[in-house]
């Protein structure tokens, strides 16, 4: 199924999704946060990625990746990723970072490798999840994962 850049017009479908595969929220609608949506034949969203430039364009946070249940297991969420992760290099971004707490294995497969939440948190201060989480109390519970492009 293709990928379809998200419009402003799918920004409250993408947060029903996002919410019910349990993903952050912060800044869906911000110009600076990149997604992309899979439907299916019915129209329903049933996978997302994406993600946010530093304000220097050299790291990017990968986020939003999320497969609905019946699709997962079936190289959806890896495809996703890669999207993500292909348009970050093709933005300029020359390292790739995000948190994950529950999928570190699926990250390793892509060659992600744990990182220290600090130093994501430094490269990209300026984007929505990491206010988020700095805001909340919510970085010191994360798990940071990193990888070059």
Known sequence: ??????????????????????????????PTVR?????????????????????DA?????????VATEHRTVGAGSRLARHALDEASAAGAQRAWLFSRRSGPFWQKLGFEP???GALAAALADT??????VASGQLEREVAWSRAL
């Open 1 to 30: 199924m293709p990928l379809d850049a998200v419009t402003t017009a799918d920004v409250e479908d993408v947060r029903a999704f996002l919410a019910a595969v349990d993903l952050t929220l912060s800044g869906l609608d911000a």
């Open 115 to 117: 990182a220290d939440r």
């Open 35 to 55: 997604l992309w949506i899979e439907r299916d034949v019915a129209g329903a969203i049933v996978g997302c990625t994406g993600f946010e430039l530093s304000a």
């Open 128 to 133: 929505h999840q990491v206010r988020l989480f």
């Open 58 to 66: 050299r790291h990017a946070l990968i986020r939003s990746v999320g």
